[in-house]
């Protein structure tokens, strides 16, 4: 069993800055990374971006530069900066904890928490 509980979504300008929290629980010990998803209202489930446990950080294109990522593994943490948010980031983020398939040799989300509601206006 695994629980991911995200915190820190609100409502905020554009141009303004949101720092989303994520802590995990369960059966996570051995995990291989944890991230961040997003759900535009009319759109699929999208990556924001993740972190492996030693810290290499991959980012979706449209987030590099304004968006953040960091953790702590102590904690069970991750946490997520948006810097210089726009109307575009709307939506519901999620956070993932990744584990490694052994089949086809990747570290892979496998669960994901309810989110938390970030909302941008001009």
């Known amino acids: 069993q695994v629980r991911l509980v995200e915190s820190g979504g609100g409502s905020v300008q554009a141009g303004g800055s949101l720092k989303l929290s994520c802590v995990a629980s369960?059966?996570?010990?051995?995990?291989?990374?944890m991230g961040w998803y997003r759900q535009i209202p009319g759109k699929g489930r999208e990556l924001v971006g993740w972190?492996?446990?030693?810290?290499?950080?991959t980012y979706a294109d449209s987030m590099k530069g304004r968006f953040t990522i960091s953790q702590k593994i102590s904690q069970d943490t991750v946490y997520l900066q948006m810097d210089s948010l726009k109307e575009d980031d709307t939506g519901l983020y999620s956070c993932?904890?990744?584990?490694?398939?052994?089949?086809?040799?990747?570290?892979?989300?496998?669960?994901w928490g309810q989110g938390t509601q970030v909302t941008v206006s001009l």
């Open positions: 369960g059966n996570i010990f051995n995990r291989c990374g």
């Open positions: 993932a904890v990744y584990f490694w398939d052994s089949q086809i040799r990747q570290c892979l989300p496998n669960y």
């Open positions: 972190t492996t446990n030693v810290g290499e950080k």
